[in-house]
């Protein structure tokens, strides 16, 4: 597999090289850095959208330097990255490809297949010299990216994929090609360790690559800065974590503190490019992998607000990033663009100024053309998603997202409730329209074909930012009368939700209608994922059903700790009865639930539910009742 991977990427540079040789763009006679820019992408890692100060959301964080970079170039509102977790986001930026094509979708599928062409390997026909800083995780085996069992594969070592000179690493274990004062190991890739903060460390492994690009002042660079920020584990790096107040909760101030590291090191490397003479040549890029993760994952300190949801969801808090661009002898200052624009047009663009042939593989867009005020229209027609059980198209203002094989959201991103009121209902064109979109193009993608697999913690995730504040913004426009039912697109039922069906409140019960078509599919389910029970618990339910198959049902929980399992599982028999029948079900769990599931069972209809008790061991018990009264 190696070797056809290996021949597969010669090809296709011998490809590029030929189509470079016959328009004159040989690296040999190359135009010089005055015709063609450097380029600086900076990647940053799950650094929310609220966290740049001229976005204006929250008076605490303080980002000067970026803050100046927008100003002298261009802050994209709506700019977004193909993946809400960073794996297969990097896949995206640094090849310009969705990822999904090439089969890295999530954490779980790398390292970046060989064959795929990086931007430095685009631009190095055009003459360019490719650094590389930071983290990485393209070059990992498929074990979870955070796994113990996970290592690190020396063939997919960025001078595996074009750079000619790297200081690869996370934390304190770096992968270098030269040291930090700029000498070139000869045992490279030499294995150097840093004790030091890591943004500080990686700053100035980038101000070294551009010490070296001094030498050679006519020569093209790319170099791309991936800063291991503010992304756990949280420090509290000084001077900066002083600086922060004291006021606020430690994970926040740590995550000012590394942000402000990072912020200052964008002032220093400007100031190299601007003592180097070559300011004005150089476009910058900067741009977050993913959202925040908040307090339903594992909290980093770093916001999303306004944004809905978080790292790990198609919601534009977890795909919606801090995002700027600047080339003061290029591009205009001053601009905010309101349009939806891609991390993948970065390496379009880059091509594009570099004078390459155009590629129809790249799926981004050069962005030069909108910039410059040549084009007025809008760089992107729809945008796409599919990350594990999720999938999502962005038609702006419209966005679809497709939770497992059958729940469905549509949001207008521009209103002011954004993704807290589904338009499903009211827009059953607009949404049946996208649902064709997203098809087609999931089509030609490795899997093909829509997201199917139910995944649980996506329905945790979507219980809690999507479903909860759904049910929020209902009751704000108005309550429904106690007659009419509810249906589970508009809202949740005091914290309970569907899933593969849909469930509506009707003369004094809860009625549950699996979706119509579940050939092949999961079985429909309710969930509630706000509890807080300490163990065991007794579920007292009171049920019905027209016809309850063979009558195996089970409750099934989650603790904090974990993720559901097997061993978590309480088994009952769902009665087949016109009367209602009260069932009363164990939840041997020692620790605290956060989590239930009633599953009924496979095959059942008519199922109805009047009330459900959640009896805790010393805790608050938990009583639903489904009336219309």
């Known amino acids: ?26 690296a040999v006679d190359a135009p010089t850095s005055a015709t063609r820019p450097n380029i600086l992408l900076i990647y940053t890692d799950d650094h929310g959208w609220a966290d740049m100060s001229l976005q204006g959301v929250d008076k605490d964080i303080r980002t000067p330097h970026l803050d100046q970079l927008a100003q002298d170039g261009v802050r994209f509102t709506r700019g977004y990255v193909t993946a809400p977790q960073c794996v297969p986001s990097r896949a995206g930026v640094i090849t310009g490809r969705y990822q999904q094509r090439f089969g890295v979708e999530d954490n779980n599928k790398g390292p970046l297949p060989l064959s795929e062409l990086t931007i430095a390997e685009r631009l190095k026909p055009a003459g360019y010299t490719s650094g590389w800083v930071g983290k990485s995780h393209l070059d990992i085996n498929s074990q979870r990216g955070g796994d113990k069992n996970s290592r690190i594969l020396v063939e997919h070592l960025p001078h595996h994929q074009g750079f000619d000179e790297y200081f690869r690493g996370e ?46 002042p006519q020569q093209p660079w790319f170099l791309y800065l991936a800063w291991y920020a503010p992304h756990v584990p949280l420090e509290s790096p000084e001077p900066w974590f002083s600086k922060t107040p004291v006021s606020l909760p430690k994970e926040r101030r740590q995550a000012l503190a590394m942000i402000a590291a990072m912020d200052d090191g964008l002032g220093r490397i400007r100031e190299k490019l601007k003592a180097m003479g070559v300011e004005q040549n150089t476009l910058i890029f900067f741009i977050g992998d993913n959202g925040a993760p908040l307090k339903t994952g594992a909290w980093n300190g770093s916001l999303n607000l306004p944004l809905i ?96 094989a059958h729940e469905r959201y549509l949001f207008n991103v521009t209103a002011s409730e954004g993704e807290l009121q589904n338009l499903l209902l009211e827009h059953p064109k607009i949404a049946s329209r996208l649902e064709s979109k997203l098809k087609a193009w999931s089509a030609n993608l490795q899997p093909p074909g829509p997201a199917e697999t139910f995944n649980e913690q996506d329905n945790m995730f979507f219980a809690a930012h999507v479903d909860k504040t759904i049910q929020q913004a209902t009751k704000r426009r108005a309550s429904p009368k106690p007659s009419e039912s509810t249906p589970v697109h508009e809202a949740s039922v005091q914290g309970w939700i569907s ?86 079900v164990s939840l041997p769990e020692k620790s605290r639930i956060i989590h239930l599931r009633i599953n009924p069972p496979a095959g059942a209809n008519g199922i ?7 009896q805790s061991n010393g805790g608050e018990p938990r009583a639903f009742r489904f009336d219309t009264k």
């Open 1 to 26: 597999m190696k070797r056809t991977a290996d021949v597969s990427r010669t090809l296709m540079l011998v490809t590029a090289l030929l189509l470079a040789l016959e328009t004159g763009l040989h």
């Open 171 to 216: 934390m304190r274990d770096y992968y270098a090609s030269h040291s930090l004062e700029g000498k070139p190991f000869a045992d490279a890739p030499k294995l150097v360790h840093e004790t030091r903060f890591r943004v500080e460390v990686q700053t100035e492994a980038a101000l070294s690559f551009l010490d070296r690009r001094a030498a050679k």
């Open 309 to 404: 949801g978080e790292k790990g969801m198609l919601t534009d808090g977890g795909v919606r990033v801090p995002f700027v661009a600047a080339w003061p002898g290029g591009i205009p200052a001053g601009q905010v663009v309101e349009h939806p624009v891609s991390s993948l047009d970065v390496a379009a663009t880059a091509v594009a100024l570099a004078d390459q042939p155009h590629d129809a593989k790249l799926d981004g867009v050069n962005l030069m053309p909108f910039l410059t005020g040549e084009n007025r229209a809008a760089p992107h027609d729809t945008l796409f998603w599919r990350w594990r059980s999720q999938a999502a198209v962005l038609e702006f203002p419209w966005k679809l997202i497709q939770l497992g």
């Open 499 to 584: 899933r593969n069906g849909k469930f509506e409140v009707k003369n004094g019960a809860l009625v549950l209608t699996p979706d119509a078509d579940r050939s092949g599919k999961a079985q429909a389910f309710l969930t509630h994922s706000q509890l807080d029970l300490p163990g065991p618990v007794m579920a007292v339910l009171k049920l019905r059903a027209i016809n309850a198959g063979d009558g195996s049902a089970s409750i099934t929980w989650r603790t904090k700790a974990e993720s559901f399992s097997p061993q978590q599982s309480a088994a009952f028999h769902w009665p087949a009865d016109t009367d209602w029948r009260e069932v009363r």
């Open 608 to 614: 109805e539910i009047q009330s459900i008790d959640l």
